[in-house]
């Protein structure tokens, strides 16, 4: 089987940094995606990580290890509209498809 | 703007009714899928058209019933549900049925049951 955690909900102070951890445990591991859900809108794609190490794409960058089944989303410069949830969601050889986790609801605060 | 359009975005139904939610992809893509979202649980995969043909049901119930016409075009035909079928229902799609590949998510179709 497969099990996903990531924690439930977070705050940060804008203008600061926050870390969003996932841990998983899954066998033909194929690459761990993040996406990003504001409320009563679509998930949208921030990054992709199948080898270890970090990605890095403007205020974002996303981690992972492999050895570890541990991944990471870093945001930096927070800004108010970064509120929204995280979801973290990992692929697998063989069927295709994403198992994602119960996502991290992130909230800025002045 | 993500390219995959849902409707209705809002959805009241009774048990008994018959309703039908769809989906429209303007991304040239070839797989399309259907997720069911509910408060504090994981997304939980539905189904899953590749180039038109089904590839996955995940032990979905009956009264669920998808359909897709074409590449770019995909439905979901409700019938007789339950108040536990409440959820958010979104769609989305992919340039291949390929676990490496980012998937495009519409915007979800709010659904309350009676």
């Known amino acids: 089987g497969q099990n996903i955690d990531q924690p439930t909900e977070m705050t940060a102070t804008e203008g600061a940094i926050v870390q969003i951890n996932c841990t998983y445990q899954?066998?033909?591991?194929?690459?761990l995606f993040w996406y990003q859900q504001h409320a009563g809108e679509a998930p949208t794609f921030l990054s992709y990580n199948v080898l270890d190490g970090l990605e890095e794409k403007g205020r974002f960058s996303s981690f992972l290890s492999r050895s570890k089944g541990y991944s990471y989303l870093l945001l930096k410069e927070l800004q108010m509209k970064d509120s929204a949830s995280y979801l973290c969601?990992?692929?697998?050889?063989?069927?295709?498809?994403?198992?994602f986790g119960t996502g991290t609801r992130l909230t800025i605060i002045p | 703007e993500t390219g995959v359009t849902q409707t209705p975005r809002h959805l009241v139904m009774g048990m008994t009714n018959k309703k039908s939610l769809k989906c429209e992809q303007h991304?040239?893509?070839?797989?399309m899928y259907w997720y069911k979202q509910s408060a504090k649980k994981p997304l939980e995969l539905m189904f899953v058209?590749?180039?038109?043909?089904?590839?996955e049901n995940n032990s979905v119930p009956s009264r669920f019933s998808p359909e897709c016409p074409n590449s770019s075009h995909l439905f979901l035909h409700l019938h007789t549900l339950q108040p536990e079928d409440s959820a958010l229902y979104l769609c989305?799609?992919?340039?291949?049925?390929?676990?490496?590949?980012?998937?495009?998510f519409g915007d979800g179709t709010r659904l309350s049951i009676l």
């Open positions: 899954t066998s033909g591991f194929n690459g």
């Open positions: 058209y590749s180039l038109e043909e089904r590839v």
């Open positions: 989305a799609s992919s340039q291949e049925f390929k676990s490496n590949q980012p998937q495009h």
């Open positions: 991304l040239g893509h070839n797989a």
């Open positions: 969601a990992v692929s697998n050889f063989g069927n295709e498809k994403l198992t």
